[in-house]
């Protein structure tokens, strides 16, 4: 009687193939889903643990790995001996080995992958049973691709699966499971890459990639400039993140984590100049994010500047031949689309937190006026820029913006008065036209008075204090415009 061991992860017409193999006289093993696949629809099927004499073992990673499956696939059948040993053994001959792999490359594709999935996704004994068949192509007939089995059905059946057939068959997994290596390869090869150092030269580090999506730090191409350091990846990140927030030209420069300067403009040339007068010079030795190409024009203020990092969606060649002057310089071509599904992950000891990205946005139109005085159209254009961006400044956070560009800002103190008072000390411009941007609600109406005091009259706050009522009645003792937004952007 004829043998056949079929173990798929494509299932697609396994069943009918089954089926005629067992009207042709074949006895069939499987393994796992494609033996319940089969006996679901009633063929005839036995577990391979019948012809091992063997339990699958550590959740099925064990279970074609034995003598009496390769033995009865490897045996070269013109030599007396191996027939001889097999006979000793008690193993049988296997005459068809039908195998396609885990979908390692689909598992990957997964911006969401983790590398114990890309782990799990390993096959073991596909690829050994295929390459063992495939070696023993004189006697042994291999199928790893659905769409030959109507061929290999109909050669049985009129005694046509000769040995030019089975050599054909033969390259096709060898081309298989040389593509399933090779994708293998690319990701854990691209995974992980060491670092000189972490945040301090006592510490190291690596870079692990989880995607290689165009729109992220770990897709980006490098263009130029040597290799990013761990500070360089965050700030970057950082700094790619703020910058998808916009659609008009923009500019984001980024300094230990938080925006330094944000500038939008006419053009990603205006954007530039308006990020840089934010604050000309907190950018030096900082990282900048843009969200058009780079011209020569700007390539040009580019390369008068000392930076770490410059982001963009492209670069046009007059541009690279401008900034690769420097040596230094890290050029990163990046996708600037946004992608909503995207998610962070930060490292506590015994484990990890996971949270959606904060791309959430609330519009105008949901947004409330707590106090007497309505915001004129340029109030309101800078209350929403300094809302974008106050979600990527560091707790607590004010921030200070106008219509174009962030004019102060004051990052990560332990008190919300603290901050505004940074912001309010460090201000290029304060007049009507500018906005003071709380990323979260005010416990006290002491920073509403700071910043009247400093001739601030519009303010943007999420709103939700049980003293609200007493930041309005301030706002409104100095005659400033407040805007609930009902949303915080706390960044920790």
């Given at each position: 009687m004829?043998?056949?061991?079929?173990?798929?992860?494509?299932?697609n017409?396994?069943?009918e193939?089954?089926t005629?193999?067992?009207?042709?006289?074949?006895?069939?093993y499987?393994t796992?889903?494609?033996?319940?696949?089969?006996e679901?629809?009633?063929?005839?099927?036995?577990?391979?643990?019948?012809?091992?004499?063997?339990?699958?073992?550590?959740?099925?990673?064990?279970?074609?790995?034995?003598?009496?499956?390769?033995?009865?696939?490897?045996?070269?059948?013109?030599k007396?001996?191996?027939l001889?040993?097999?006979?000793?053994?008690?193993?049988?001959?296997?005459?068809?080995?039908?195998?396609?792999?885990?979908?390692?490359?689909?598992?990957?594709?997964?911006?969401?992958?983790?590398?114990?999935?890309?782990?799990?996704?390993?096959?073991?004994?596909?690829?050994?049973?295929?390459?063992a068949?495939?070696k023993?192509?004189?006697?042994?007939?291999?199928?790893?691709?659905?769409?030959?089995?109507?061929?290999?059905?109909?050669?049985?059946?009129?005694?046509q699966?000769?040995?030019a057939y089975?050599?054909?068959l033969?390259?096709?997994?060898?081309?298989?499971?040389?593509q399933?290596d090779?994708?293998?390869v690319n990701?854990?090869?691209?995974?992980?890459?060491?670092?000189?150092y972490?945040?301090?030269?006592?510490?190291?580090?690596?870079?692990?990639?989880?995607?290689?999506?165009?729109?992220?730090?770990?897709g980006?191409?490098?263009?130029?400039?040597?290799?990013?350091?761990?500070?360089?990846?965050?700030?970057?990140?950082?700094?790619?993140?703020l910058?998808?927030?916009?659609?008009?030209?923009?500019?984001i420069?980024?300094?230990?984590?938080?925006?330094?300067?944000?500038?939008?403009?006419?053009?990603?040339?205006?954007?530039?100049q308006?990020?840089?007068?934010?604050?000309?010079?907190?950018?030096?030795?900082?990282?900048?994010?843009?969200?058009?190409?780079?011209?020569?024009?700007l390539?040009?203020?580019?390369?008068?500047?000392?930076?770490?990092?410059?982001?963009?969606?492209?670069?046009?060649q007059e541009?690279?031949?401008?900034?690769?002057?420097?040596?230094?310089?890290?050029?990163?071509?990046?996708?600037?689309?946004?992608?909503?599904?995207?998610?962070?992950?930060v490292?506590?000891?015994?484990?990890?937190?996971?949270?959606?990205?904060?791309?959430?946005?609330?519009?105008?139109?949901?947004?409330?006026?707590?106090?007497?005085?309505?915001?004129?159209?340029?109030?309101?254009?800078?209350?929403?820029?300094g809302?974008?961006?106050?979600?990527?400044?560091?707790?607590?956070?004010?921030?200070?913006?106008?219509?174009?560009?962030?004019?102060?800002?004051?990052a990560?103190?332990?008190?919300?008065?603290g901050?505004?008072?940074?912001?309010?000390?460090?201000?290029?411009?304060?007049?009507?036209?500018?906005?003071?941007?709380?990323d979260?609600?005010?416990?006290?109406?002491?920073?509403?008075?700071?910043?009247a005091?400093?001739g601030?009259?519009?303010?943007?706050?999420?709103?939700g204090?049980?003293?609200d009522?007493?930041?309005?009645?301030?706002?409104?003792?100095?005659?400033?415009?407040?805007v609930m937004?009902?949303?915080?952007?706390?960044?920790?």
């Amino acid at each position: 009687m004829k043998r056949a061991i079929l173990s798929v992860s494509n299932k697609n017409g396994i069943v009918e193939f089954a089926t005629s193999l067992k009207e042709l006289g074949y006895e069939l093993y499987s393994t796992g889903g494609t033996k319940r696949i089969l006996e679901e629809a009633q063929v005839d099927v036995k577990s391979v643990s019948e012809l091992t004499q063997f339990p699958e073992i550590m959740d099925g990673r064990v279970k074609t790995l034995h003598p009496a499956v390769h033995g009865g696939i490897l045996a070269d059948r013109d030599k007396s001996e191996h027939l001889e040993e097999l006979k000793a053994q008690h193993i049988d001959l296997i005459d068809l080995v039908v195998v396609n792999l885990y979908p390692f490359q689909k598992t990957v594709d997964n911006p969401d992958v983790t590398e114990m999935d890309a782990i799990e996704n390993i096959d073991i004994g596909g690829p050994t049973m295929l390459r063992a068949a495939a070696k023993n192509f004189k006697h042994v007939t291999t199928v790893v691709h659905p769409a030959d089995y109507n061929e290999v059905i109909n050669r049985i059946k009129n005694d046509q699966l000769d040995e030019a057939y089975r050599k054909s068959l033969m390259i096709k997994v060898f081309e298989h499971t040389t593509q399933y290596d090779k994708a293998i390869v690319n990701f854990f090869k691209d995974n992980k890459e060491t670092l000189r150092y972490g945040e301090n030269p006592q510490q190291s580090a690596y870079f692990v990639r989880t995607t290689d999506a165009k729109h992220t730090i770990a897709g980006a191409k490098q263009l130029h400039g040597k290799q990013l350091s761990f500070n360089n990846i965050k700030d970057a990140d950082a700094a790619l993140s703020l910058v998808k927030k916009f659609d008009e030209p923009t500019t984001i420069a980024i300094k230990h984590m938080n925006p330094c300067g944000v500038g939008i403009g006419n053009s990603i040339e205006e954007a530039f100049q308006n990020a840089f007068d934010a604050d000309n010079q907190s950018i030096f030795g900082g990282i900048i994010a843009l969200n058009r190409p780079v011209t020569a024009t700007l390539a040009e203020t580019l390369h008068s500047i000392f930076l770490e990092v410059v982001i963009a969606p492209q670069f046009t060649q007059e541009a690279l031949d401008i900034l690769t002057k420097k040596k230094n310089i890290r050029l990163l071509e990046i996708d600037t689309t946004i992608d909503n599904r995207e998610q962070e992950f930060v490292s506590v000891s015994g484990g990890y937190l996971v949270q959606d990205k904060d791309n959430f946005e609330v519009s105008r139109a949901d947004m409330t006026v707590a106090t007497e005085v309505e915001p004129t159209e340029a109030q309101w254009e800078a209350m929403l820029l300094g809302w974008k961006v106050v979600g990527a400044v560091k707790s607590n956070a004010v921030i200070l913006s106008n219509a174009k560009q962030t004019v102060g800002i004051g990052a990560g103190q332990m008190n919300r008065v603290g901050s505004a008072k940074i912001a309010l000390e460090r201000a290029i411009e304060i007049n009507d036209n500018v906005a003071l941007v709380s990323d979260g609600f005010f416990p006290m109406d002491d920073t509403v008075e700071l910043a009247a005091k400093n001739g601030i009259k519009a303010i943007i706050q999420p709103g939700g204090s049980i003293k609200d009522q007493d930041s309005i009645d301030m706002a409104n003792k100095y005659g400033i415009t407040m805007v609930m937004t009902g949303m915080r952007h706390f960044k920790h």
